[in-house]
């Protein structure tokens, strides 16, 4: 009778089903079921007598190529390769380096950009993956040892979407041209990818989305809202699930589509940087002008032009930021609160409308002036 039994299958990604061919043919052994991923190294083993399981598990039995029972001490060069690493890092984490955030990555882009290529050239980023990909063949417990390394010092390299994520899904899903077009230059650090999935009506029953893709002619027309984009600030590519086929069953007829991510992060647009920098100075001005007011007060001092000044500066201020977030968000920026796309709450929409009775109540911005003319350059009445 076939008993069940594990036997745990070292591989290199895309080597595991290769080595479920080798066990299947080996006297004994009755079927051999790879029941996980690219990454995984678990192999379900029935075999007609258990003790052939038990041979390879002990190591008695002759091992088929390129596998290897689970071994519970690393390596003399699993080790090696532990030290060099943590010298590398020692070496390239600025010397008062606390640990990055959630995503170490996000805090010193610059940072993040010379740890990867130099992790790159060495070949860690994407050890685990096959040579034609850029990768070494390495165990994936070599890279496991890489990622627990990393994680304990919270250091930035990685590019989680495109090693982890997007690398296995080319690897078995992708055409040999998506392939070599995108698995490189993951491999030597030159890109980072984002993952596009969640959507706002659509979250743990991804099913569920909404993005459309139709096609015309060559191009592929892609309407939809994505949310919780981790890094898509700086990604130069992001994978999206999109709908391609409507009429199918909602599990079905979504394709992952690889594609440039054009939008750019709206500061860093310089015409959007400049406006942001000249309306925050304004900010800046206005509240110290305010604060003198207060100042002033304080000091039993009677601010009459000061605060017409405030007043004046303050009320226009206002003006000019709320028509600066009107210019950046466009259209968007004229929905009200009730609006499903309206930013902010809508609130930018209220603040442009409001601003224009902000420069006539409580005096209006030309009485003011009189008042600052008259009371604080001295100049004679109109
Ligand atoms: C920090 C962060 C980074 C993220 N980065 C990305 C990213 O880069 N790209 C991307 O595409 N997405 C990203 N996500 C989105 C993430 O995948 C979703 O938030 C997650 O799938 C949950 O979806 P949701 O937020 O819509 O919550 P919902 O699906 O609305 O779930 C709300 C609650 O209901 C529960 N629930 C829902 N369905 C079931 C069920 N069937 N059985 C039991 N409980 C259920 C959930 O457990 C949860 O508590 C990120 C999320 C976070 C928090």
């Given at each position: 009778m076939a008993t069940k039994a594990y036997l745990l299958v070292e591989t290199s990604v895309g080597k595991t089903?290769?080595?479920?061919?080798?066990?299947?043919?080996?006297?004994?052994?009755?079927?051999?079921?790879v029941v996980t991923g690219p990454y995984d190294i678990i192999a379900m083993i029935s075999a007609d007598d258990i003790s052939v399981v038990g041979d390879l598990v002990t190591g008695t039995s002759t091992r088929p190529p390129g596998?290897?029972?689970?071994?519970?001490?690393?390596?003399?060069?699993?080790?090696?390769?532990?030290?060099?690493?943590?010298?590398?890092?020692?070496?390239?984490?600025?010397?008062?380096?606390?640990?990055?955030?959630?995503?170490?990555?996000?805090?010193?882009?610059?940072l993040t950009r010379v740890i990867r290529r130099k992790m790159a050239d060495r070949g860690w980023l994407t050890m685990h993956w096959p040579e034609e990909y850029g990768g070494q063949g390495a165990s994936p417990?070599?890279?496991?040892?890489?990622?627990?390394?990393?994680?304990?010092?919270?250091?930035?390299?990685?590019?989680?979407?495109?090693?982890?994520?997007?690398?296995?899904?080319?690897m078995i899903h992708g055409s040999e041209e998506q392939k070599r077009t995108h698995l490189p230059p993951v491999a030597r650090g030159e890109v980072q990818w984002c993952q596009g999935y969640s959507e706002p009506e659509s979250g743990s029953d991804l099913a569920s989305l909404s993005t459309r893709a139709i096609r015309d002619g060559d191009d592929l027309v892609i309407n939809g809202a994505k949310i919780w984009t981790t890094l898509a600030h700086r990604a130069d590519y992001i994978m999206l699930l999109t709908r391609t086929d409507p009429d199918a069953p909602k599990h079905r007829g979504i394709s992952?589509?690889?594609?440039?991510?054009?939008?750019?992060?709206?500061m860093d647009v310089p015409w959007v940087r400049s406006l942001m920098a000249d309306r925050y100075i304004e900010c800046e001005v206005a509240r110290l002008i305010a604060y003198n007011v207060?100042?002033?007060q304080g000091q039993g001092l009677v601010p009459t032009r000061e605060a017409s000044m405030s007043k004046v500066f303050g009320s226009e201020t206002v003006r000019?930021?709320?028509?600066?977030?009107?210019?950046?968000?466009?259209?968007?920026?004229?929905?009200?609160?009730?609006?499903?796309?309206a930013p902010l709450r809508g609130r930018v929409q209220e603040h442009w409308m409001l601003s224009f009775s902000g420069t006539i109540a409580a005096g209006t911005s030309e009485v003011q002036r009189n008042i600052i003319a008259s009371r604080g350059l001295g100049l004679p009445r109109g």
């Open positions: 089903r290769e080595v479920a061919t080798t066990l299947t043919g080996l006297p004994g052994i009755a079927t051999v079921d596998s290897a029972v689970l071994d519970f001490k690393f390596t003399p060069e699993d080790e090696q390769f532990r030290q060099d690493l943590r010298t590398f890092l020692a070496t390239e984490l600025p010397e008062t380096w606390e640990g990055g955030g959630r995503y170490p990555e996000e805090d010193d882009w610059n417990v070599k890279s496991a040892i890489f990622n627990e390394e990393i994680a304990y010092l919270r250091a930035p390299g990685r590019d989680i979407f495109g090693v982890r994520m997007l690398g296995p899904t080319l992952f589509v690889l594609t440039k991510r054009n939008g750019q992060a709206l207060a100042y002033m000019r930021v709320t028509e600066a977030a009107m210019d950046v968000l466009g259209l968007y920026g004229t929905l009200g609160r009730e609006e499903k796309w």
